[in-house]
């Protein structure tokens, strides 16, 4: 009896069953922590694929053979995930495979989703029998619209500038620069929010509301997605390469379709120039002179060439919209991206404007003009606005949509 009821050595026992269980927890933990943390890395690398893949989406024509997975691919291996490279697997299902093909959205070609899976390899459970477990991580992306109307890509110097009593008005919309703002000599400028990648300058009695925020990431172009118009043979004006054209004459495409100009320049003094609506590619120089006044009612000037310039005189008056649906819904003026010459809008009192004006590479000049109506929304490399010009944001128009988007995450 004494000998069964001997309990010496139990402890043991028990103290290595409770050794071996505490490892086993360990294990565990250990193995637990490192996939949590590469299920983090690979989520983030997942949300970057997808906004990057967004971005290039064509919301008038998503399955435009245009699209193509690179820009989200490369997201993924700048934050660390290459496919087919240390067991990751990249998938990006777009519009040029059928759209997402899990979640509330699949088979819809408006939206891009990101599927990221790592086999990572275990160390603790490893022991066990358990050599590799799979990370896995998902993300949907799709172009909404964005909430900033005015943007200033160039990376270096002030790209935003107010002088001189101008007045920027974007009350329904952001305004975005990749640069320094400077806001001086009682200009203001107005809108939701203000914010650049640079520094923000106001002093001499320029203000602005709310006050800028500083030091934001650059953002990219909002337009990228756009398909420049496809357009035949270029002729010249029906003027006899003077620029002289009688009061009342009316020019341009039949139809609202596309007709390519050499150039086109109307000289001082034409009076009652009508534009038929259309799209307007202008291979070369689009000049209008003091006194002119022109008008046109859902027209796209497109600029293909660098070297192409865009010079608006003081004293036009202009009433141009563009055209409220289409493909180029929105679009006024587009300079190509391979062209840097400054647009420049010298103004006139009586102008009406409405539209984007796009040129990602192009400085965009607006003085002179007090009163001028001119209803923009702008896509520049720099905007200077100086000495009483007006620019109000696109946005205020009933009955327009903007077509500048910006990506969101819904997954």
Not at 118 to 141: D, P, Y
Not at 234 to 257: F, I, Q
Request: proline share 5%; aromatic share 6%.
């Amino acid at each position: 009896m004494r000998r069964l009821g001997d309990e010496s050595g139990q402890t043991l026992v028990i103290a290595a069953l409770s050794i071996a269980m505490l490892l086993g927890f360990l294990a565990f933990a250990v193995d637990a922590g490192i996939l949590l943390r590469e299920r983090r890395m690979a989520q983030i690398a997942a949300d970057a694929a997808a906004i990057a893949g967004a971005a290039y989406l064509n919301p008038d024509n998503p399955t435009s053979s245009t699209y193509t997975p690179t820009a989200a691919l490369a997201a993924a291996s700048l934050n660390g995930f290459t496919n087919g490279s240390n067991g990751v697997t990249v998938t990006i299902n777009g519009p040029t495979n059928g759209g997402p093909k899990y979640g509330a959205f699949a088979g819809n070609p408006h939206y891009v989703e990101a599927i990221v899976s790592q086999s990572e390899k275990t160390f603790f459970l490893n022991l066990v029998g358990n050599h590799f477990m799979t990370v896995t991580t998902r993300a949907v992306a799709t172009l909404g619209n964005s909430q900033n109307c005015i943007y200033a890509l160039g990376s270096s110097g002030i790209v935003i500038n107010a002088s001189n009593g101008a007045n920027l008005t974007a009350t329904s919309c952001g305004i975005m620069g990749n640069g320094n703002l400077s806001v001086v000599g009682g200009a203001r400028i107005t809108a939701q929010s203000i914010a650049v990648a640079g520094t923000s300058t106001i002093n001499n009695g320029g203000s602005t509301s709310p006050t800028p925020a500083t030091g934001i990431p650059p953002v990219s172009n909002p337009l990228a997605y756009l398909t420049p118009p496809t357009y035949g043979s270029c002729v010249n004006p029906p003027n006899g390469g003077n620029g002289s054209y009688a009061n009342g004459v009316t020019l341009g495409p039949t139809g609202g379709g596309t007709i390519c100009y050499n150039y086109l320049d109307i000289a001082n003094g034409a009076t009652n120039i009508t534009l038929n609506p259309g799209v307007y590619v202008i291979n070369g120089n689009f000049t209008l002179g003091g006194g002119v006044s022109v008008t046109g009612t859902g027209v796209t000037f497109y600029f293909p060439n660098s070297g192409d310039t865009i010079n608006i005189a003081n004293g036009v008056t202009l009433n141009l919209s563009a055209p409220t649906s289409g493909s180029l819904n929105g679009i006024l003026f587009w300079q190509s991206s391979s062209d840097t010459s400054t647009i420049s809008l010298e103004g006139g009192a009586n102008s009406n404007l409405q539209g984007v004006i796009y040129a990602p590479t192009a400085p965009l000049l607006v003085e002179n003009g007090t009163g001028t109506n001119t209803y923009v929304d702008t896509i520049v490399q720099s905007l200077t606005i100086d000495g009483g010009a007006t620019l109000k944001n696109y946005d205020l128009l009933a009955g327009t949509s903007n077509p500048i988007k910006a990506v969101e995450l819904v997954e």
